[in-house]
Every structure is written in structure tokens, then in C-alpha cells.
């Protein structure tokens, strides 16, 4: 059972436009959710994160945003640069004790066209 | 750089055999977080250790085991191992917040 959902495998956009990356949870639970950008051969590098109490969470050229009622987030990128290829992870948590593992989506696959 | 550490980068073994993974958390960060990435499967828990203990199981198998020692640094120990167990094992730290940071991965091969 996929707790963490990113149902697009793949996302291509021009360069200096918008990214929109979405994602879906299903588990009530979780309340913090972060979003990763990773190349290939590397671990995953951390973006940005948003807390549930929160709806919109910016920082630069990433901003994320929460659905609460309809369990969604969507990472927008603006402007898209040809760096930001990569594939791009949605990950939950919820606050069980002081055990914040970390429940991923399947990433997105992120191209950005010069 | 994430300012985690992982060694080594590749590992090459043969089924049957027994691997140690070593990780070496940011600076100040009390919890290690052991994950496994393989093609199917996307990034799966394995464990969590806090401060020297065991915090939270994952989909950890029994063949492995981990440890984190007093200079919290961390091992994880892959036995008996199986073509299956071929993936990329990332670890992770957080000083006990939500944020967690990254290793470059150990991508392990079985032959």
C-alpha cells in the first residue's frame, strides 16, 4: 500500500517556466512533509519542507504548497533551470515519539529544455 | 554536501557473503536513519538509531543489522546476502528535528 503517491513518473518544461510537481499521501497521520531533488550516482538532497499547520512553506525559487483536506502538495519551481533536472522525491513523516522516518513517494523525473 | 558521510562508494560481493556499510552523521546530529533504494522500490526505512539506540524498524530483513556507536557514527551490517540485496543504502541524520540530510549512498553489488 502506497502511502505516498507521485503520479507522474516524468515532467518536461522549458526553461525560465514553471515546474509543478505534485503528490498525494493517503495516512492521515503524517504532518511533515519534505520534498528532495536527486542525480543520479548521488543521495538525496533535501529542498524544502512544510509542516502541516502550514499552507505554503517558500524559500528562492522553490515553493510548496498543502492541501490538507485533499491530501495533496505540489513543489513549484519558477523559473525552471536546466539545473533542476533531476528526479524529485515527496516525503512524509508524522510525529510518532521522536521517530520521524521518512515515507517516500516514487519520484518524478524532472527535464528542464534549455 | 550534505556533510554526511558513507564509505565505501561501491561495494562488489558474492552471494552468501557478509558486508559492513559505515555512515558518519552531520556534526551534532544525534539520529541515524538507514534507507535502501533499490530499482523497484523506490527509498525504503530500514532503521533508525537515536543517540546510540535502536529508535524505529523498518522493512529490515533479519540478515541485517545495524549499530550506532558512541561517536555516533554508524554501521550497517548486510549477511547471508542474496542477489536482491543488489541496491543503493543511503543513510541519513537529523539532530532529532523533522529535516534529514543525506549521504552519497553505498551501491552495492551481489554476484
Redesign the interface.
Request: aromatic fraction near 12%; charge should be neutral; glycine fraction near 8%.
Given at each position: 500500500d502506497q502511502q505516498v503517491k507521485q503520479n507522474s513518473p516524468s515532467l518536461s518544461v522549458q526553461e525560465g517556466r514553471i515546474s509543478i510537481l505534485n503528490c498525494d499521501y493517503t495516512n492521515s497521520m503524517f504532518d511533515?512533509f519534505?520534498w528532495?531533488k536527486k542525480y543520479p550516482?548521488?543521495?538525496?538532497?533535501?529542498l524544502i519542507?512544510i509542516?502541516s499547520i502550514k499552507d505554503k512553506n517558500e524559500d528562492g525559487r522553490f515553493t510548496v504548497f498543502l492541501n490538507k483536506s485533499a491530501k495533496h502538495l505540489s513543489l513549484h519551481i519558477v523559473p525552471s533551470q536546466p539545473g533542476d533536472s533531476a528526479v524529485y522525491?515527496c516525503?512524509a513523516?508524522d510525529s510518532g515519539?521522536?521517530?520521524?522516518?521518512?515515507?517516500?513517494?516514487?519520484?518524478t523525473l524532472l527535464t528542464v529544455n534549455p | 554536501d550534505?556533510g554526511?558521510t558513507?564509505t565505501p562508494k561501491h561495494l562488489i560481493t558474492a552471494t552468501g557473503q557478509r558486508v559492513t556499510l559505515r555512515c558518519s552523521p552531520r556534526s551534532g546530529d544525534l539520529?541515524v536513519?538507514w534507507?535502501q533504494q533499490s530499482l523497484d522500490q523506490?527509498?525504503?526505512?530500514l532503521i533508525?538509531y537515536?543517540n546510540g539506540e535502536e529508535?524505529?524498524k523498518?522493512n529490515i530483513l533479519e540478515r541485517f543489522s545495524a549499530q550506532q556507536f558512541p561517536d555516533l557514527h554508524s554501521e550497517l551490517n548486510l549477511s547471508s546476502l542474496e542477489l536482491g540485496d543488489s541496491a543503493l543504502y543511503?543513510c541519513?541524520s537529523?539532530v532529532?528535528?523533522?529535516?534529514?540530510?543525506?549521504?552519497?549512498?553505498t551501491?552495492l553489488t551481489v554476484l
Amino acid at each position: 500500500d502506497q502511502q505516498v503517491k507521485q503520479n507522474s513518473p516524468s515532467l518536461s518544461v522549458q526553461e525560465g517556466r514553471i515546474s509543478i510537481l505534485n503528490c498525494d499521501y493517503t495516512n492521515s497521520m503524517f504532518d511533515y512533509f519534505l520534498w528532495y531533488k536527486k542525480y543520479p550516482a548521488e543521495g538525496p538532497t533535501f529542498l524544502i519542507s512544510i509542516s502541516s499547520i502550514k499552507d505554503k512553506n517558500e524559500d528562492g525559487r522553490f515553493t510548496v504548497f498543502l492541501n490538507k483536506s485533499a491530501k495533496h502538495l505540489s513543489l513549484h519551481i519558477v523559473p525552471s533551470q536546466p539545473g533542476d533536472s533531476a528526479v524529485y522525491f515527496c516525503a512524509a513523516s508524522d510525529s510518532g515519539g521522536s521517530n520521524y522516518k521518512l515515507t517516500f513517494g516514487k519520484g518524478t523525473l524532472l527535464t528542464v529544455n534549455p | 554536501d550534505s556533510g554526511v558521510t558513507q564509505t565505501p562508494k561501491h561495494l562488489i560481493t558474492a552471494t552468501g557473503q557478509r558486508v559492513t556499510l559505515r555512515c558518519s552523521p552531520r556534526s551534532g546530529d544525534l539520529s541515524v536513519y538507514w534507507y535502501q533504494q533499490s530499482l523497484d522500490q523506490g527509498l525504503q526505512f530500514l532503521i533508525q538509531y537515536y543517540n546510540g539506540e535502536e529508535r524505529a524498524k523498518g522493512n529490515i530483513l533479519e540478515r541485517f543489522s545495524a549499530q550506532q556507536f558512541p561517536d555516533l557514527h554508524s554501521e550497517l551490517n548486510l549477511s547471508s546476502l542474496e542477489l536482491g540485496d543488489s541496491a543503493l543504502y543511503f543513510c541519513a541524520s537529523s539532530v532529532g528535528g523533522r529535516d534529514m540530510f543525506f549521504g552519497p549512498g553505498t551501491r552495492l553489488t551481489v554476484l
